[in-house]
């Protein structure tokens, strides 16, 4: 039995004292290793190219929710600017000295609504993000203020005139910074065009 084993292993390609064999043997072997070296290398620059793709996608998605926010501010100072310019009567020095009457101001904040409910809100700079907060609430503070004491309308218009053009020059500028600094990160990427 043993002299048979003998001659079956001398004869089969598990011999390696044959020249053929061990060519043999020694390509799988280049092959085994090469095959795992590849997939390593394939998964390691896999792997590289999925956590840029989300860097990128995020950084993206960070650019055009604040944008859709700053239109919104800034649509919305434009109406406070134009409501106040048609409300409050100004003198030759530009004092203002009257309020015209008008129907109450109605402001869209869809962008900042739906941002209260996404995660995605905390990944805005917190100057940016409290800086809204804050302007949103006194804007909102001053509209009530102004439906429901009409003796106080005149100051309260004046004071809405006052933070609509502050607003102007801090939050917008401030976001507008923002938004360069991601267009820079993203413009090598040329993922979309920056208006």
């Not at 109450?104 to 800086?131: A, C, H, K, S």
């Amino acid at each position: 039995m043993f002299a048979r084993v003998k001659v079956f292993f001398a004869n089969s390609i598990l011999n390696l004292r044959h020249r053929d064999n061990s060519i043999f043997w020694a390509s799988q072997l280049a092959v085994i290793i090469s095959t795992v070296f590849g997939v390593y290398l394939a998964s390691t620059e896999g792997l590289k190219s999925a956590v840029q793709f989300h860097a990128i996608t995020e950084l993206e998605q960070k650019y055009f929710m604040l944008n859709s926010l700053r239109q919104e501010i800034e649509r919305n100072n434009n109406l406070i600017l134009e409501f106040c310019d048609n409300g409050l009567v100004r003198d030759e020095t530009g004092e203002v000295t009257a309020l015209r009457s008008q129907i109450p101001l109605e402001l869209n904040w869809f962008v900042w609504d739906l941002m209260l409910e996404t995660e995605r809100t905390l990944t805005i700079p917190t100057e940016v993000l409290f800086g809204v907060k804050d302007y949103i609430e006194q804007v909102k503070e001053l509209l009530n203020e102004y439906e429901e004491d009409k003796r106080r309308r005149l100051y309260t218009g004046i004071q809405l005139y006052e933070l609509a053009s502050k607003t102007n020059e801090k939050i917008i500028n401030r976001m507008d910074a923002e938004m360069k600094r991601y267009q820079k990160s993203l413009a090598p990427y040329q993922t979309f065009k920056v208006h």
